[in-house]
C-alpha cells in the first residue's frame, strides 16, 4: 500500500516536496515510482528509484529539477520538485514495481496509492 501527500499550490519558479508513504512484504526488492496526470492527459511516470541500490531514473520533462530520495528503511519515499512551471501541474501518484527487475518500465508500476494535487500558478 502507499500513500501520497504533501502537494499544494506554489508560484512558478517554486519548491515543493511529496511524500510517500510504502508498505508491503515486497518493499526492499521494489522500484517506487512517482506519476502524474494533467488535466485531460493520460498518467505518466516522472522519476523513480530502485529500492535494491538507490539507482534513481527520471523522464526528461522533470530532469535537473526534480529528485527522488527514499529513508525510512525504504518505508518513505519523497520527491523534491524545485524550479516549477505552470506545466507540472497535475495530480501526483507513487506507486511500486514489486516485481522489479532492475530494469525501470513506467508499465510495471501496479500498486497504486491515492494521489495529491500540485497546481503551479503563472
Known amino acids: 500500500q502507499l500513500q501520497a501527500f504533501g502537494g499544494g499550490l506554489v508560484q512558478t519558479g517554486g519548491s515543493l516536496g511529496l511524500s510517500c508513504a510504502v508498505s508491503?512484504?515486497?518493499?526492499?526488492?521494489?522500484?517506487i515510482g512517482w506519476f502524474r496526470q494533467a488535466p485531460g492527459k493520460g498518467r505518466e511516470g516522472i522519476a523513480a528509484?530502485?529500492?535494491?541500490?538507490?539507482?534513481?531514473y527520471y523522464d526528461d520533462s522533470v530532469k535537473g529539477r526534480f529528485t527522488i530520495s527514499s529513508a525510512n528503511k525504504k518505508r518513505m519515499v519523497y520527491l523534491q520538485m524545485n524550479n516549477l512551471k505552470p506545466e507540472d501541474t497535475a495530480v501526483y501518484y507513487c506507486?511500486?514495481?514489486?516485481?522489479?527487475?532492475?530494469?525501470?518500465?513506467?508499465?510495471?508500476?501496479?500498486?497504486w496509492g491515492q494521489g495529491t494535487q500540485v497546481t503551479v500558478s503563472s
Open positions: 508491503g512484504s515486497r518493499v526492499d526488492s521494489s522500484a
Open positions: 506507486a511500486a514495481d514489486e516485481y522489479f527487475n532492475g530494469a525501470f518500465y513506467w508499465g510495471s508500476f501496479q500498486s
Open positions: 528509484i530502485s529500492n535494491w541500490d538507490g539507482e534513481q
